[in-house]
């Protein structure tokens, strides 16, 4: 390590470039070898911790551990099964499913939000947690993010469809979420393949809301702001998802022409005990209403966060008190049974 200390002291030192002054950092993969193995075997190691001390950051160094090889095999295989699974997201067993956003006062549906769930074939059903990140740098995510655009809003169409069947209140017809990746948004040609997906599957422009979250729109501000806008003129809805834990800034919410605020689970956690939650969840939701904002607050499970969020003025929420993310006939099934019984009410 002492070696590693002194590449990296030789590499930090300044050097004029074009007349800059630039510096140079190096990340260390160190592998040890032993008399059996040769030459090739040493450098793929060293290549591996390489990788592994990127992955931690900056200028960091990493010594190579078996552990580490088998991480990334299983790694290259998600990212290769998800590129496979552009093609035929349902082969692969991608599935889109639904959780309900409630009308806090009245308990009405207002709509959902489309949720990715991937059974894979051998590992099991892995969370969109860990392979969301991994379809977002290689890019899968985009051919993913049509197929899940379309799916959507196909479905809300025949949500649409049924709720005018049988309710013939066009005031209370269910609108649709759908999370947006920043890699999907910075595609140049996203807002014209959106238009399109409406156009196909009948979708109104204004009943689907894009969820974009707060660190996406802080890294890209220039670009995305010109997509978001280019989406606003086409009658979409835009909401912050995860509101609260990245950089929040209000002179971005300004810029921003954004239509939802949802208030991140971390707030709604301990919005009933009166502490520090309740205070930023009432900032937000009071910041919503000054900018004329919907605010949903996200993961309410229990009855008391639900008053509270209601007493605080919060117009929408979701959350395993209501119900988890459901396949699209067992939703079917939920809003129709939840209907008798507020009848019997
Ligand atoms: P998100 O958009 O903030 O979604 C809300 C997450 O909270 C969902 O997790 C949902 O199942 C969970 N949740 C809802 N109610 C409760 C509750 O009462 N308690 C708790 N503990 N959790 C609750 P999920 O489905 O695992 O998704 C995680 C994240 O993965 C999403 O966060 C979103 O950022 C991303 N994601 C999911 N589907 C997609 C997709 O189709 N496209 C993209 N780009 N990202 C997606
Ligand atoms: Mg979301
Ligand atoms: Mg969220």
Redesign the pocket.
């Known amino acids: 390590l002492a070696i590693v200390n002194r590449i990296k002291v030789a590499l930090r030192r300044p050097l004029m470039l074009h007349g800059r002054l630039m510096s140079v950092s190096a990340s260390v993969g160190v592998a040890f070898a032993e008399p059996a193995t040769d030459v090739d075997t040493v450098l793929r190691n060293a290549d591996v911790a390489m990788y592994e001390a990127k992955e931690a950051g900056k200028a960091r160094h990493a010594v190579f551990e078996p552990a580490m090889y088998s991480a990334i095999v299983q790694r290259l295989q998600l990212e290769s099964d998800l590129r496979q699974a552009t093609g035929d997201p349902l082969r692969a067993a991608l599935q ?2 639904y ?1 309900p956003i409630m009308h806090l006062d009245t308990g009405v549906i207002q709509g959902m ?5 991937w059974q894979h074939p051998t590992r099991g059903e892995i ?3 860990v392979f ?1 990140p991994v379809a ?1 740098q290689t890019g899968a ?1 985009v051919a ?2 049509d197929w ?1 655009l379309e799916t959507a809003c196909a479905q809300l169409v025949q949500w649409r469809t049924m709720w005018w069947r049988e309710r013939r209140d066009p005031s209370t017809l269910p609108m649709m979420g ?4 920043g890699r ?1 948004l910075a595609e140049p040609d996203f807002v014209a393949k959106l238009e399109a997906i409406l156009a196909r599957t009948g979708a109104p422009a204004a009943s689907l809301t894009l ?1 974009i ?1 707060e660190s996406v729109l802080m890294s890209h501000t220039e670009d995305s702001l010109r997509s978001l806008q280019a989406l606003k003129a086409l009658g979409v809805q835009l909401a912050i ?2 509101f609260g834990t990245g950089y929040s800034s209000l002179s971005y919410l300004q810029k921003f022409p954004v239509d939802v605020l ?1 208030i ?2 971390a707030f709604v956690e301990g919005v009933h005990h009166g502490g520090s939650d309740t205070a930023l969840a009432r900032t937000i939701i009071a910041l919503g209403k000054t900018l004329g904002l919907r605010t949903v607050a ?4 229990l009855e008391a966060q639900q008053r509270q969020l209601q007493a605080m003025g919060c117009l929408l929420g ?4 209501f119900s ?2 459901l396949p699209p006939a067992a939703l079917t099934h939920w809003m129709r049974t939840r209907r008798m019984g507020r009848l019997r009410q």
């Open positions: 889109l499913v959780q939000e489309a949720l990715l769930r969370p969109p947690t969301v977002e995510i993913l993010g899940i759908v999370n947006i990746s999907q969820e979250t998802d995860d949802k991140d689970r996200e993961g309410v499970e979701q959350g395993y008190l988890r993310a």
